[in-house]
């Protein structure tokens, strides 16, 4: 594992090289619970199908990264997108990247495209959040009884250098605040100027379909993969479909 210096704090991250000349340096961005880490082998394999650079990095807080000392606010997804990442990218010297986010990291990627149209080369986004949908908070209160009820804080803990209990409260009591029940981020969306891929599990237990069908209802272009038999984890769920397509996507990116 690396490590470098955003914004005062100390961020991991894991670097895989290209293995073709002149391919797109492609940029992870976990979820809200997630970590370098948490990806598994999934950089590595999406490294061998693409021929890509693929970058993974853990945000403040999370996996082995130096943790903020402020409070969660409704817009740190937006602190992510407008601050930390432009920040990331310049430190890296990373330019024209695709970013691939999931979930939080979805959201984070549509914010920054939004702020910066003329940065990233394409979008692949999973699972994103644009809006606080009821199936959103369900699944959140599902979650919060598993902490209290299964070993999820320690599975949980195996993979973060904060305490575990901080690293959940700070999304689980984020998102069911009543602060957090107007946040939106639609208005970002007419700003995207890249492709735009947008992918979601038919069962995903914590969004409808809505939410990458806004993506593609305002950004034209859009191409929206729909899984069957997937949750809110494709790259758990359906690995290989996900790795497709995103090589298809990633492949004509390249053609005119």
Not at 34 to 63: P, Q
Not at 67 to 91: I, N, Q, S, W
Not at 102 to 126: K, M, T
């Amino acid at each position: 594992m690396k490590h470098i210096i955003v914004n005062g704090l100390r961020l991991e991250y894991r670097d895989h090289p290209a293995l073709v000349p002149g391919r797109p340096p492609l940029l992870l961005l976990h979820d809200g619970l997630g970590c370098v880490a948490m990806w598994r082998y999934f950089s590595a394999r999406l490294a061998a199908v693409t021929g890509c650079r693929v970058i993974a990095w853990s945000r403040a807080g999370y996996g082995g990264s130096q943790a903020y000392t402020d409070p969660r606010t409704p817009r740190y997804l937006h602190r992510e997108a407008e601050e930390v990442l432009p920040a990331l990218l310049a430190a890296l010297r990373i330019e024209a990247p695709v970013l691939i986010g999931h979930s939080d990291g979805g959201s984070i990627a549509l914010i920054f495209a939004g702020a910066f149209p003329a940065v990233p080369r394409a979008l692949a986004v999973i699972a994103p959040h644009e809006f606080v949908e009821p199936e959103a908070l369900a699944g959140i209160r599902a979650a919060g009884i598993a902490w209290h009820t299964t070993d999820l804080p320690q599975r949980l803990g195996r993979y973060h250098q904060a305490p575990a209990e901080r690293v959940f409260k700070d999304w689980h009591d984020c998102w069911l605040s009543p602060a957090f029940r107007d946040w939106n981020i639609e208005d970002s969306l007419s700003n995207i100027r890249c492709p735009v891929l947008a992918i979601q599990g038919e069962d995903d237990e914590y969004a409808t379909m809505r939410q990458i069908d806004v993506i593609a209802a305002r950004v034209p272009g859009t191409q929206l993969l729909k899984l069957a038999r997937c949750g809110h984890f494709p790259q758990r769920d359906q690995e290989a479909a996900l790795l497709e397509g995103l090589a298809v996507f990633i492949d004509r990116l390249g053609r005119p």
